[in-house]
Every structure is written in C-alpha cells, then in structure tokens.
C-alpha cells in the first residue's frame, strides 16, 4: 500500500470517528432532555391512610408461603396456584436456623435458596411481604432461633441480652446484604418487611431490644424501606409489641368482629392503612387433639368483610406445607407442651400437598369481586398415586448399631447433660449409666420437675421397658442386678416456638431418681442418625425382632413414575421415616391425628430402587408393612393408654 493510499484510509478513519462521536453526542444531550424514568417507591399515605406504590395508591392482597416447608421442585407449582388465585403479593417468613445450623456456619442452597424463591415470585408479579425475624414463630423449631444459641445457658432471647443481640447482629449481617437487591425500591419485589413478630405475646417486652433492630434494619436496607410490626388485637399485646416508627398491623381470623379488631388497630395508627398480616384460613394440629378447620364460607365471608373496607390483608396459610426432619416446633401455654405435628396442611386454601380446595375457589371468587382475575384455568392438584404395600424384612436394633450412629467417643458426666451442651440440635441422644446395686424388688425410675425433654424411651440390658414423657408419664418402675446397662434414648419432639418458656432445653434437664437416689456417672452419646441413614446404610448388624427402638428397611420400585403419594403406618407405634436418605418427619399414628405422611413425588426415583427406612421406637407390627395411598389422612382415630388421655375421635 502507497503513502497517499495511507494518508486517504487515515483520513476517511478520522471522519468516521468525528460522525461517531457528533451522533453520541447528540444522543446523550437527548438522553439529557428527556425526563427520567421515576424511581420505583413503596410507601405509606397517612392522608388518604393508603400504601402507595409508584405513587398510586395501592392494596396488597397476599396469601402467606413457606419454602422451607415445600420442596423446591414445587415452588413455582405453588406460586403459579396463587398467582392464579388472584394474590398480588405472597409473605415469606426466614427462618434463621434453617440458614445457619451452627454457629458461623450458613445454607443458602437447594431447598434453602431464598433469592431465588424471591425470583421465581418475581416471575409471576408477586409481590413480597418479608418477615425475617430473627423470631418468627411459624410453629416452627424453636421459632426459627438457633438453638445453638443454649449454648449459653443463661442467655435471655428475644431481649437485649448482649449474647443475643451480638448473635442477631452477626445473622442479620449475612442475610440483610442479600435482601437489599430485591426491595422495591431497588427495583425487587419486596415492599416491606416485618420488625420482630408477635413481639407483644412474649414476656418480655423490651422496647431497647426492637429499637435495636429498626436501628440495625435501617442501617442495612435504608430509610426508605417500609418496616412493620405485627401483634394480636389485645391492648397488652399492641402495648408491648409496637414501636414509634415501625407501622403496626394487626393479625385476626374469621371469628373476630372486623370492625373492632381494626378499631385496636387505629389506636395506634389513626391515619395509614388497614393491615390484617395475618388472617387465619384455618389452624395448626397438635399430636393427640382433632385436626383444626374453619369452614370455607367463614373464611371467604371475613375476607369479603375486610376488603370492603378497603384493608390490605395476608391470608395465614395460603399453603402451609410440611414439617419435614425434625422441623415441627411446640407451644407451650399453662406450663403445658404441646407438639405440632408433621403435617401443617392448616386446612389452608392449597392443601398440604399443593392441591386447590373449595376454600381456595371460595377465596378467588370474593378476590374477582374487587379486581380483575388473571385469565385462564387455575392450575390441576399434582397427580398421586398409591403404590401400595411395601414390606420393611430388615430389622436391626438401634442399640446394635451404636457405633454408626454416634462415631465418637461418648460423653461422659456425672449428670445429666443437655443436647444444648453437647451441641445436639434435634432428634435424638442416648444416655447411659449402670445400676450401682441390685434391685430385687422394683422401684420407680424417676423424672421429677418434667426432667424429660420430651420423651424417653427407657431399655434394660437392651430390652424396652416403657416410655417417660414430658407432662404425662414421669415414672417406671425398675428392677435388675448391679451393673446391668440402663439406657435412655431421649427424643426432642422440637423446641418451644410459642409461649412464655423460650429457652426450652432437651435431654435429660433434671437429675433422675432411682428409688430415693439420684441416678449419676452417665455415658451421653449424640446420635448423628441422619447421617447414617444417608450415607451408611444399611448397615451390617445382627437382625433384630424385638420391642424398642429400632430400624427396620425395605425397598420398592415405582414402575416408571415419581409422583407424590401419603404414607400410612398399619400398626405402628411412633418414630421417624426416610426415603432414599430424605426425613419426611415424625409419625405417631397412635396419638393422632395424622395418620400419614406426605410423600413428595420429587424424592422417589422412577428408575432405580427406592430404600425406606423406619425408626420404630415402641413396638413394631408383627410383619412390618408401610402403606402408600393416593389421599391424605389427617384426622384418624387416636386411643391413648394415658390416663389424663382418654379420648376417642374419628
């Protein structure tokens, strides 16, 4: 190429960029003209005592979701079934434990995928009510507290104990970072979270503690983010519970006159909106009471009510789920505990298993008279299928299997010591300790003060000998000679969610009696049995045909499909059950009222075996057979043995 050829290229190359730049800036001063786009806003009109959104007054209609309590290949099923049902919000709670198991240690994978539950609603145009804590009660395992945190015997939760709140402060510093992205006003669909929850129904009523968390909220999420409280309609729990510059909602189920439950409100916030955070579609189930329901007609007719006047409401549950592993939570009211079962099906408007019900339809047709209704077909109930009987031939005794389930060295403490010493979050520990003497004649084996947390299932020289149970049986008798092994497996049936006693320790919390003395020198093993179950299994041991704690296995096939199914327990006592190394939970059909349990389709293989694996901790059937349906049962018929138990429903 010449010189001149150069020179012409170059000067043709100069052009080009001097058009280009002319035309850019030509672009930028328009872009400078036009007006910009408004940012996105959520707040409070306390004029016309209204939520606006981007300006325009606003109303949320939202129905409350769990995914920690729905396996993740379901969400958008359930999404899509309320998007359907015309919600424009879902609220979510975070439950702190599910996210950080150990202290320092943090899960945000899998089923524990919060953002991406948050984008997935997002998908669908919902909006988010966020409620992270770090208390949420839910019925859940000790209100989503870490029980690590019992660790320190002495810290007071929910308070502004410093152990507490350095705790909460160094939660709040991983989770808040990942809430901020999705908040509305940041272009997310989360338009306000909750401050606390319930904080009224709690003892302890210390404002320095939530004027701590507005302080540590604000400081992660921003001034302009909409922060709330949620509290029953009693004076003393609007009293304790709410906090200058946090709105106050209220929360009330059908039963309740409308107008007066919001009239409490409006004592407290005169000039915004109507907010009912959480209005009950139905109610938890408690092992040993009839299963809880409330009437579609009720529930639709308070909804109608509420929304003729103009109220902003959630509805408690939209689906509530499973209490899957050792998940469910207690309350406990009048020195009574009361355990929450597996299932929390709530009677809401998608059944436990995600499923529309007529309360659902119910819902949607008072929804259509005040907003459009997205158009096309509500979403079919996932297909069940009922695989039949499956046989569990593999028996081995929990006591021949010690060495797997708890690898380690044990404990060894002249008292008792509790899961929380030991670092034991849930399920079950074993404790150990010999007989100093002969017993000729029995004498009662004792847990004075409720010294069980929650039940003990008591072996002699490896032969079951009855069940302690908290509040309800206290004492067995015992007799054998010097040396013999006595050995207690301690079940949590899940920390305290609800009521004054927070810091509810498991084990054994009291010295046990034997006769007049205090039984001591106790070898403790924690029992890692999920793990085993997972990863180990099965396991080679002697076969076992006795009564007491033991496992028993079986395998089956689904003949090409996977879909969900409900397990039942034909003469079984009570335990726990895994499928293919997943804890579908506690089942205790004896106590009612559940009698099956929810068997997510995703869990099963269509191809390869399926291994289930039962923890009997009583008596097992003669011939031990598991029984998979295509329907629920959730209200069977319950004989208890117990004297202050008789009753009988079906």
């Avoid at 007799?479 to 013999?484: E, H, K, P, V």
């Avoid at 003949?559 to 205790?588: E, M, Y």
Wanted: glycine residues 8%.
């Amino acid at each position: 190429m010449n010189s001149y050829s150069s020179l012409a290229q170059a000067e043709v190359t100069t052009k080009e960029m001097g058009l280009w730049l002319c035309v850019l800036v030509l672009v930028l001063r328009g872009l400078r003209l036009q007006p910009s786009a408004a940012a996105p806003s959520f707040s409070i009109d306390y004029t016309d005592k209204c939520f606006l959104k981007d300006g325009v007054k606003f109303r949320y209609i939202s129905g409350s979701i769990h995914y920690f309590r729905i396996p993740r290949a379901y969400w958008k099923d359930r999404l899509l079934k309320m998007y359907m049902s015309g919600l424009n919000a879902v609220q979510i709670y975070i439950p702190w434990n599910y996210h950080e198991p150990l202290s320092g240690v943090y899960n945000f994978d899998g089923d524990r995928d919060l953002e991406g539950f948050l984008d997935l609603a997002a998908n669908f145009d919902l909006l988010v009510i966020l409620r992270p804590g770090p208390y949420i009660c839910a019925e859940w395992e000790m209100g989503g507290i870490p029980s690590w945190l019992l660790a320190k015997p002495n810290i007071i939760l929910r308070t502004s104990d410093p152990d507490f709140l350095q705790a909460v402060d160094k939660w709040f510093s991983v989770l808040l970072p990942k809430i901020k992205p999705h908040l509305y006003i940041n272009g997310g669909n989360i338009i306000s979270v909750q401050v606390e929850n319930e904080y009224g129904s709690y003892y302890a009523c210390d404002y320095d503690y939530l004027r701590h968390l507005e302080a540590v909220f604000r400081s992660y999420l921003g001034k302009k983010v909409v922060l709330f409280t949620t509290d029953g309609t009693k004076e003393s729990e609007l009293l304790c519970g709410t906090l200058h510059g946090l709105y106050t909602t209220v929360d009330f189920g059908p039963e309740e006159n409308v107008t007066e439950a919001f009239e409490k409100q409006r004592i407290h916030e005169p000039n915004g909106p109507l907010v009912n955070s959480e209005y009950y579609t139905g109610w938890l189930d408690y092992w040993g009471e009839p299963h809880s329901t409330k009437s579609a007609e009720d529930v639709a007719r308070g909804l109608e009510k509420m929304l003729e006047l103009g109220a902003n409401v959630n509805m408690y549950m939209f689906q509530g789920g499973t209490n899957f592993g050792y998940w469910s939570g207690a309350d406990y009211n009048n020195g009574i505990y009361n355990p929450i079962t597996t299932s929390y099906d709530y009677d809401a408007p998608l059944s436990e298993a995600g499923d529309p019900t007529d309360k659902l339809y119910a819902i949607r047709t008072v929804i259509g008279k005040f907003q459009v209704l997205p158009a096309g077909p509500m979403p079919p109930p996932t297909p069940k299928f009922a695989y039949g009987y499956v046989f569990l031939p593999q028996c081995v005794a929990l006591l021949d299997i010690l060495g797997l389930l708890s690898p380690s060295l044990p404990f060894y403490s002249s008292f008792p010591a509790t899961f929380e010493a030991l670092k034991q979050p849930s399920g079950f520990m074993l404790y150990r300790t010999f007989l100093p003497h002969d017993i000729l004649e029995p004498v009662v084996l004792s847990a004075p003060e409720d010294g069980i947390h929650d039940l003990a299932y008591i072996l002699l020289n490896g032969v079951y000998k009855g069940t302690l149970e908290r509040n309800k049986i206290n004492g067995i008798n015992i007799s054998g000679q010097l040396g013999d092994t006595l050995d207690l497996l301690v079940e949590s049936m899940g920390h305290i969610n609800f009521g004054a006693n927070e810091s509810d320790f498991k084990g054994l919390v009291k010295n046990l009696t034997l006769g007049s003395n205090i039984v001591t020198d106790w070898l403790i093993y924690p029992l890692g049995i999920d793990k085993a179950v997972s990863h180990s299994w099965p396991p080679v041991a002697p076969l076992s045909n006795g009564t007491g704690p033991a496992f028993y296995t079986g395998f089956f096939t689904t003949l090409g499909i996977a879909q969900d199914s409900f397990v039942k327990f034909p003469g079984w006592n009570k335990g726990q059950i895994w499928i293919n190394g997943f804890n579908l939970g506690r089942f205790w059909p004896t106590r009612g009222p559940q009698q099956t349990l929810f068997v997510p389709g995703s869990i099963l293989s269509s191809s390869t075996i399926n291994t289930v694996v039962v923890l009997e901790l009583q008596n097992a059937p003669e011939k031990p057979k598991l029984l998979f349906l295509d329907r629920p049962l959730l209200n069977g018929t319950q004989i208890s043995t117990h004297k202050n138990q008789m009753q009988i429903w079906l």
